[in-house]
């Protein structure tokens, strides 16, 4: 147990060392610049996430997707790759069941403004997926490969990887919105989006020194891989950080716990949507698809980055 304490203690160092000099070298980086584009750009763009829980949500929970439950929201887009029933706890299971409905409540909310919709693009939820996201993660191929369907944590740590990335996104998208209706909508979906991250957070901080059957990590170290992960791929610095911390990066330097991933202000990080295609692709960047989005994402910005046929 203490040379697992001490060998987390030196990631964490050295997560610290190396978050400070990402933020030096990336600062003015033109790869993290806002990019020009309206309202109904940017909104849609959401979507993309929006489609993503909803699917991973509805089917982890109840074995369902989006063309059971309310077709005509997919508008005709193609059904996911993988996405099934997860092995739940009861009270987990109900928990995901009703954020599976939140997110076809967002979808709906979009779609049915001003704002309009785009179909569904092809995702990626398959157990070959997520096994490439966390072996990126943890840095060597893990044995047998990882399957967030598998139990109730599992499926927390496979759920960590997505709605943190749409929560920044929402933050980010909010500054740029010249419509009093846009942000008015999605400050209203950011404030569910940002209610489930904390939620599946609090659940794995319950379980952040247990170590993950049958690997031999911890479900804090996977949160810790993840987020720096999601920081590499996305190349803009350090905006996502799991839930145990060293007290340099907790709330007012006087925690570890970090239930709420934010700034040195516990102020919410913001994401531009190339950073948010870097990581939803997997590849680093946003001009070659893959990972949960094998043929891209969908809406004009998202089309914009990817090659011409």
């Known amino acids: 147990m203490a040379r697992r ?47 993503l829980e909803a699917e991973f949500f509805l089917n982890g929970a109840i074995g369902r997707g989006l063309d059971s439950i309310a077709p005509s929201l997919a508008r005709g ?3 996911p790759i993988g996405a099934r029933k997860a092995n739940l706890e009861p009270l987990v299971a109900k928990i995901i069941e009703e954020f599976g409905y939140q997110e076809v409540g967002h979808l709906r909310a979009i779609i049915t403004s001003r704002i309009g919709g785009i179909p569904r693009p092809l995702l990626n939820l398959s157990v070959q997926n997520f096994a490439n ?6 840095g060597f191929k893990l044995i047998p490969p990882f399957d967030p369907y598998a139990d109730t944590t599992r499926y927390l740590l496979a759920s960590y ?55 031999n990590l911890t479900v804090a170290e996977f949160t810790n891989r993840i987020s720096g992960l999601r920081n590499k791929l996305a190349a803009c ?23 709420l991933s934010a700034d040195p202000n516990s102020l919410s990080y913001a994401r531009t949507p190339p950073e948010i295609l870097r990581i939803v692709y997997g590849s680093g960047s946003e001009r070659i ?17 990817l090659p011409r046929a």
């Open 5 to 51: 304490t001490t060998a987390f203690l030196i990631f964490l160092v050295s997560a610290l060392k190396l978050s400070l000099v990402v933020m030096a070298t990336t600062a003015g980086d033109h790869n993290c610049q806002p990019i020009v584009a309206g309202d109904t750009d940017r909104i849609q763009f959401a979507l993309n996430l929006e489609f």
């Open 77 to 79: 887009g193609p059904p």
């Open 133 to 138: 996201v966390f072996d990126n993660a943890v």
């Open 161 to 215: 990887v997505i709605p943190y990335v749409g929560l920044v996104g929402y933050v980010g998208t909010i500054p740029s919105l010249v419509r009093a209706t846009s942000r008015s909508l999605v400050a209203s979906l950011l404030g569910v989006e940002a209610g489930q991250d904390a939620v599946i957070r609090t659940l794995l901080y319950e379980r952040a020194n247990q170590t993950v059957r049958p690997y």
């Open 237 to 259: 610095g350090i905006k996502d950080e799991g839930i145990l911390v060293p007290l340099s990066l907790g709330a007012e330097n006087r925690t570890n716990s970090n239930i």
């Open 289 to 305: 698809p893959g990972g949960f989005f094998p043929n891209g994402g969908g809406g004009d910005i998202a089309r914009r980055y």
